[in-house]
């Protein structure tokens, strides 16, 4: 997942995909502790697609706190 792709996505739906994500994330590492996940990697690509949406959600939280002041 791309910066570019996660900026245009509505709140709702960055909601929905960290959602998805973290259970995503918690899959994988299930597969790792019983050994099932050919791709060690897969577990670092969705650490930082998390990070991605966190910091856009954040950015679009503190650009509201600013309008409203």
């Known amino acids: 997942m791309k910066t570019t792709d996660v900026r245009d996505m509505t709140t709702n739906e960055l ?3 960290l959602s998805d994500l973290k259970s995503e994330l918690f899959n994988l590492r299930f597969s790792l502790a019983t050994g099932n996940l050919p ?5 670092k ?3 930082k697609s998390i990070a991605r949406v966190k910091t ?6 503190i650009k509201a706190k600013g309008a409203k002041e």
């Open 15 to 17: 909601n929905a995909k």
């Open 45 to 47: 690509n969705v650490k």
């Open 56 to 61: 856009v959600l954040r950015e679009r939280e």
């Open 39 to 43: 791709n060690n990697s897969q577990i």
